[in-house]
Nanobody, 125 residues
Framework: VQLQASGGGTVQAGDSLRLSCAAS????????MGWFRQAPGKEREFVGR????????YYTDSVKGRFTVSRDNAKNMMYLQMNSLKPEDTAVYYC???????????????????WGQGTQVTVSS
């Protein structure tokens, strides 16, 4: 599957931003999707994940209540709505497709086998 993330930009603390991830290739509605981010000098970290149906979501603690992952299987799209942004949310954000088969830990990047190119989000204080 090919993924392309978009929607990043520079915003002020407290603002909102919506990232999009367009998928093509593998049947989009058959696999879970995730968002990760990587800040300068830091390792890539898990942000959130949505099941293939969209009925189940999971977030890392630092974004719970502020970020929402959603998907539109008819459009082969996934979204990350980010509200109440903080300077510490500054990072390159990546969308990823979860690999098939049994998943041990959805927060691990190696559970995902297709990645988008990343989109920069910068939050100024």
């Amino acid at each position: 599957v090919q993924l392309q993330a978009s929607g990043g930009g520079t915003v002020q603390a407290g603002d909102s931003l919506r990232l999009s991830c367009a998928a093509s290739g593998r049947t989009f509605s058959t696999y879970a999707m995730g968002w990760f981010r990587q800040a300068p000098g830091k390792e890539r970290e898990f942000v959130g994940r949505i099941s293939w149906s969209g009925l189940s979501t999971y977030y890392t603690d630092s974004v719970k209540g502020r970020f929402t992952v959603s998907r539109d299987n008819a459009k082969n799209m996934m979204y990350l709505q980010m509200n109440s942004l903080k300077p510490e949310d500054t990072a390159v954000y990546y969308c990823a497709a979860q690999r098939s088969g049994q998943v041990v830990d959805m927060r691990r990047s190696d559970e995902y086998d297709s990645w988008g190119q990343g989109t920069q989000v910068t939050v100024s204080s």
